[in-house]
């Protein structure tokens, strides 16, 4: 069974880089049954998909969030990056790494989530 | 403006049914979206119903059934539980990076 354990910083200030990672355990992160992504969740409302990354390198983003987002295979650690620079107050969110099958974009199986805050 | 419209609320009796609905203001709903239904319960992450428009997984509830009606997806939830109260997303791709999330559907089950 795939499990997904993301980690982050908690707290960071405006304009500061965010980097979250997501140790992936059950399968090899260059694997070809999944590609691996990230969904966000501000407080108290709903899901934003961030983007994916598959094992070829392709990796779409969401198009408001691309000119500051990397998304990346980190395949000596078996594990996903995520980072996003000059971050902002509505960047606070709690944040899911997961892993979908096929080309939906969607995920099948979920991390528990990280919290961040920005706030000065 | 959201691009995937699902109703903000509903409510369901304990052993009844309910449908929860998915749509798109580009146009209607079909198979080649793809639509996936997950569950959210109070601070948990969100739990995969339905991949596909209708495939479920080994863990979703035999209840639970995805289809595509009237150009909508839909979550139908046969014999409805107390346990089956919580926020619904469904989620639709457009191809590419052109995926969205529906805004969500807070289920009461009373």
């Known amino acids: 069974q795939l499990t997904l354990q993301e980690s982050g910083p908690g707290l960071l200030k405006p304009l500061e880089t965010l980097s979250l990672t997501c140790i992936v355990s059950?399968?090899?992160?260059?694997?070809?049954?999944?590609?691996w992504g990230w969904v966000r969740q501000p407080p108290g409302k709903g899901l934003e998909w961030i983007g994916s990354v598959d094992y070829s390198g392709n990796a779409p983003y969401n198009v408001s969030l691309q000119s500051r987002l990397t998304i990346s295979l980190e395949t000596p650690r078996n594990q996903l990056s995520l980072k996003l620079t000059s971050v902002v107050s509505s960047d606070t969110a709690t944040y899911y790494c997961?892993?979908?099958?096929?080309?939906?974009?969607?995920?099948?199986?979920w991390g528990r989530g990280t919290t961040v805050v920005v706030s000065s | 403006q959201s691009v995937v419209i699902q109703e903000p609320s509903l409510t369901v009796s304990p052993g009844g049914t309910v449908t929860l609905t998915c749509a798109s203001t580009?146009?209607?709903?079909?198979?080649?979206?793809?639509a996936h239904w997950f569950q959210q319960k109070p601070g948990q992450a969100p739990r995969t119903l339905i991949y596909n428009t209708y495939d479920k997984h080994s863990w979703t509830p035999a209840r639970f059934s995805g289809s595509v009606r009237e150009a909508k997806a839909a979550l139908t939830l046969s014999g409805a539980q107390p346990e089956d109260e919580a926020d619904y997303y469904c989620?639709?791709?457009?191809?590419?990076?052109?995926?969205?999330f529906g805004g969500g559907t807070k289920l009461t089950v009373l």
């Open positions: 997961g892993a979908g099958r096929g080309g939906s974009g969607a995920f099948d199986f």
């Open positions: 059950g399968d090899s992160i260059t694997s070809r049954n999944y590609y």
């Open positions: 989620f639709l791709s457009y191809g590419g990076p052109h995926v969205h």
């Open positions: 580009i146009g209607p709903v079909t198979s080649a979206h793809y």
